[in-house]
């Protein structure tokens, strides 16, 4: 495994490295509002603690993994060649049908330690990370699938419509992906199809949490709805809310990004509340400031529903 970002010093730096780890300062770059990595690194990023990504030893590191992902490979012809080394398996018309956007965020989740346990005790296996985002850590013996082409991307496909062969991989990981999927039931069955019998899969799924999208954020789902996906063909093992899921965080983030939704003074105001203030919050109630000044963005954002009207075509 190697540590796939690291601190940028003056002594390190190198611009497609930069590039790839702040992608607000290459956005910049595209729009002609910085003229290079290097020039803001020593105006400004040298202050704020940037990073580089360590692009070549990530590339290096791919090539050993390159003839095990070519066997796992449907179809007879070759994909083409992602610019960082990985395999592109998304067609322009399967991206559009997928709802594949271009987008600049970067979502990176580490591993849990069970997971990284089992990754690091059998080398000889074969993990999929089925929407791996960036990658902090890239492991020889993890496929990482994406929508986006990060550096640490070995295979751009969907979820929906995965390039692999049937029972190809000993283990299958989903890291809050699957509420990010436009139809997580394809994605689903497209998991179990490539997992080897008596495989194992970890799946993190989100339920009572904010709108969140990279780019896009289509379902939550509730614990029934996390087992309706799997439990025709796979044994349920153990279905937990580890303590990074616990209520408290879902209380915390939901009050924080209400807070920061508010004018500096509605929100000192707000942030005065009690819980049982807000637990005895009536209709009478929707005039308050901390209500009403909510923009439609935030709203849905936090919203308790939705409500769609439609005509068809």
């Given at each position: 495994?190697?540590?796939?970002?690291?601190?940028?010093?003056?002594?390190?730096?190198?611009?497609e490295?930069?590039?790839?780890?702040?992608?607000?300062?290459?956005?910049?770059?595209?729009?002609?509002r910085?003229?290079s990595?290097?020039y803001?690194?020593?105006?400004?990023?040298?202050?704020?603690?940037?990073?580089?990504?360590?692009?070549?030893a990530i590339?290096?590191?791919?090539?050993?993994k390159?003839s095990?992902?070519?066997?796992?490979?449907?179809?007879?012809?070759?994909?083409?060649?992602l610019?960082?080394?990985?395999?592109?398996?998304l067609p322009?018309?399967?991206?559009?049908?997928a709802?594949?956007?271009?987008?600049?965020?970067?979502?990176?989740h580490?591993?849990?330690?069970?997971?990284?346990?089992?990754?690091?005790?059998?080398?000889?296996?074969?993990f999929?990370?089925?929407?791996?985002?960036f990658?902090?850590v890239?492991?020889?013996?993890?496929?990482?699938?994406?929508?986006?082409?990060?550096?640490?991307?070995d295979?751009?496909?969907?979820?929906?419509?995965?390039p692999?062969k049937?029972?190809s991989?000993?283990?299958?990981?989903?890291?809050?992906?699957?509420?990010h999927?436009r139809?997580?039931f394809?994605?689903?069955?497209?998991?179990?199809?490539?997992?080897?019998?008596?495989?194992e899969?970890?799946?993190?799924v989100?339920f009572l949490?904010p709108?969140?999208?990279?780019?896009h954020?289509?379902?939550?789902?509730?614990?029934?709805?996390?087992?309706?996906l799997?439990?025709?063909?796979?044994?349920?093992l153990?279905?937990?809310?580890?303590?990074?899921?616990?209520?408290v965080w879902?209380?915390?983030?939901?009050f924080?990004?209400?807070?920061?939704?508010?004018?500096?003074?509605?929100?000192?105001?707000f942030?005065?509340?009690?819980?049982?203030?807000?637990?005895?919050?009536?209709?009478?109630?929707?005039?308050k400031?901390?209500?009403?000044?909510l923009?439609?963005g935030?709203?849905?954002?936090?919203?308790?529903g939705?409500?769609?009207?439609?005509?068809?075509?």
């Open positions: 495994m190697i540590e796939t970002s690291l601190p940028a010093t003056f002594e390190n730096f190198d611009e490295g930069y590039l790839q780890a702040n992608p607000d300062v290459a956005a910049a770059i595209r729009e002609g910085l003229v990595g290097r803001h690194f020593e105006i400004i990023g040298h202050t704020e603690n940037r990073r580089i990504v360590r692009v070549n590339v290096e590191a791919r090539e050993s390159l095990r992902i070519v066997a796992l490979l449907q179809g007879s012809e070759m994909p083409s060649r610019s960082s080394g990985g395999y592109n398996c322009d018309d399967l991206a559009k049908i709802g594949v956007v271009p987008t600049d965020s970067i979502s990176q580490d591993y849990i330690d069970s997971i990284k346990g089992k990754i690091e005790n059998n080398e000889e296996k074969l999929l990370d089925a929407g791996a985002g990658r902090p890239y492991y020889r013996n993890v496929v990482n699938l994406e929508i986006v082409p990060y550096v640490t991307t295979v751009l496909a969907v979820l929906e419509k995965m692999f049937d029972e991989f000993d283990y299958v990981i989903s890291n809050a992906v699957l509420e999927v139809d997580p394809a994605a689903a069955r497209e998991m179990v199809r490539v997992l080897k019998p008596g495989g899969m970890f799946v993190h989100p949490q709108y969140h999208g990279y780019p954020h289509y379902y939550n789902m509730t614990k029934d709805g996390l087992r309706s799997f439990d025709r063909d796979m044994e349920v153990s279905h937990t809310v580890p303590f990074y899921f616990h209520p879902v209380a915390s983030w939901f924080n990004s209400w807070a920061n939704g508010l004018s500096p003074g509605t929100r000192e105001s942030e005065k509340l009690t819980v049982k203030e807000l637990m005895n919050f009536a209709v009478v109630d929707m005039e400031p901390f209500v009403r000044e923009s439609e935030k709203q849905f954002e936090l919203a308790s939705t409500f769609l009207v439609a005509r068809k075509k």
